[in-house]
């Protein structure tokens, strides 16, 4: 606070008197660094001030507080990841991750703000609301949002979805077609209820895309042959199961004239049906993980197979290289995490497939992962990264211009990543409380070296310096106007 006193009489002084007496212009400069935004990458000095980028430009040479040397690195925007679940009970089992721990990871990993979900129970949805956001605040380290989950569209729910998404900033619903015996589905007909009020309101859905009646079907053969391991999860969730599911929600869509966003897209098959509804016209984008861009289905049959549970399953070899593509050309809009891990017990202890806790890590992995499977390949380029990671994300979830990039007005939430550095991806060298990695074959050829959010060194140099609670709830923004 002093400081910055010092600071704002100091530029007083130096306008009035155009003196330099007094010029600490800066609370920090990051000079020399390869910035690279979704439109390329370009050298320049980049001023920070207050929370916000203040300058951009070749070179930069007032005085600061502090001076970072980003030479031979790359200065990247704050990573968005839209999906992740921290702290969260999956049927009486507790995520190894709480707000504090999974932020922590979440800034080593370049990520900048997250953006959590709300589960209702019998409570108002507000207040659920409320006591969902009392759980991060105080204990995130970097930014987060929250989307809601919506079971239920009576006539007092839907209003009170109107008043999260006008008052307190959650600009986005998500449902499930799938999870009926968790009590999260939500039908059809209901849907398409909510489709139309998120069109009023120019909010976003998320729509977990599985069909429940083929799974159900699936899962009670296997299950009543004996059929138990990991490997009948997978089998039970085949690719087709994801692909209806996201044509009948892309047809819903066109009808309510509403933008969807189909999560954790898993298979070539689904990727060919949002190929075309999007070449249709409906509005329509698409998230895939890290994970399916990492393994496929085989890893099932080893003996730590459970470790690999998540819904959907991993598919097959042709199906992550059919998502490659997607990312490649475009199609696939966001790459986020869907982070929702448990520890090894948790994971191994269960006899049957369907009482395994879904869910993997990923918020550390996400911008690595791409960089060293997806740049170093040469399958995206570094603006294709900064566009899956953080440009798109800020602008489909409503928090673009204030994050998204790097100009003058955003807010600095900054990644300085280090191409040189060599990180294999084990339990030891990650910072989610999670006590194992399913990546710990992989190597990272370059990861993040300094994280910042709003102005603050969350990390620096690989170490954590940031603050408990440093993270603030954001509101995002609906489309605005809605198009009607
Ligand atoms: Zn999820």
Redesign the pocket.
């Known amino acids: 606070m002093w400081i910055y006193r010092w600071k704002q009489i100091g530029l007083y002084i130096f306008n009035f008197h155009h003196s330099l007496v007094f010029n600490i212009m800066f609370d920090l400069v990051i000079k020399d660094g390869n910035v690279v935004t979704a439109d390329g990458v370009f050298k320049a000095d980049i001023a920070v001030d207050d929370g916000k980028i203040v300058q951009l430009a070749r070179k930069i040479e007032e005085h600061s507080e502090k001076v970072i040397d980003a030479s031979g690195l790359l200065v990247l925007p704050g990573g968005i990841d839209g ?3 921290f702290q969260l009970n999956y049927n009486g089992v507790m995520t190894a991750d709480d707000f504090y721990t999974g932020t922590v990871a979440a800034a080593f990993g370049g990520i900048t703000t997250v953006i959590d ?1 709300v589960t209702p129970s019998s409570k108002s949805y507000i207040d659920e609301f409320l006591m969902r956001r009392g759980e991060a605040e105080g204990r995130a380290v970097v930014d987060f949002g929250l989307h809601f989950i919506v079971t239920d569209v009576s006539e007092e729910r839907l209003k009170d979805l109107e008043v999260l998404a006008r008052e307190y900033g959650v600009s986005s619903f ?1 449902i499930f077609t799938a999870y009926r015996r968790r009590g999260l589905m939500l039908d059809d007909g209901s849907i398409l209820e909510l489709m139309k009020l998120c069109r009023a309101l120019g909010a976003l859905l998320l729509v ?1 895309c599985e069909n429940e009646e083929m799974i159900n079907r699936l899962v009670d053969r296997y299950l009543s042959k004996g059929c138990v391991g990991p490997e009948y999860h997978a089998l039970s969730r085949p690719a087709y199961v994801e692909a209806e599911a996201v044509r009948r929600v892309g047809f819903m869509a066109g009808l309510a004239g509403c933008r969807v966003l189909v ?2 897209l898993s298979s070539g098959q689904g990727l060919e049906a949002v190929k075309e509804l999007k070449r249709s016209g409906v509005r329509m984008y698409v998230e895939t993980c890290p994970h399916y861009l990492v393994f496929s289905d085989e890893v099932y049959r080893r003996p730590d197979g459970a470790k690999f549970i998540m819904s959907p399953p991993l598919k097959g070899v042709e199906d992550r290289r059919m998502l490659w593509e997607g990312v490649s050309k475009g199609v696939i809009d966001v790459v ?1 995490s ?3 891990c448990f520890n090894s017990e948790q994971k191994l202890r269960p006899s049957r497939f369907t009482e395994i806790p879904g ?1 993997v890590a990923g918020v550390e992995h996400i911008i690595p992962v791409l960089y060293t499977l997806g740049v170093r390949r040469g399958l995206i380029g570094l603006a294709d990264l900064v566009r899956l990671t953080s440009y798109n994300p800020a602008r489909i979830y409503g928090l673009y211009p204030s994050k998204g990039t790097l100009m003058p007005g955003s807010q600095a939430d900054i990644v300085i990543f280090n191409p040189s550095l060599r990180i294999r991806l084990t339990r030891e060298n990650l910072h989610s409380n999670l006590d194992h990695s399913i990546y710990e074959d992989i190597t990272a050829e370059g990861h993040i070296q300094h994280t910042i959010v709003r102005g603050e060194l969350v990390v620096e140099d690989r170490q954590f310096v940031g603050r408990r609670g440093h993270g603030k709830y954001i509101q995002r923004q609906t489309e605005n106007p809605p198009t009607i």
């Open positions: 999906h992740t679940h979900f998500k977990h999560v954790h986020g869907d982070h929702a869910g």
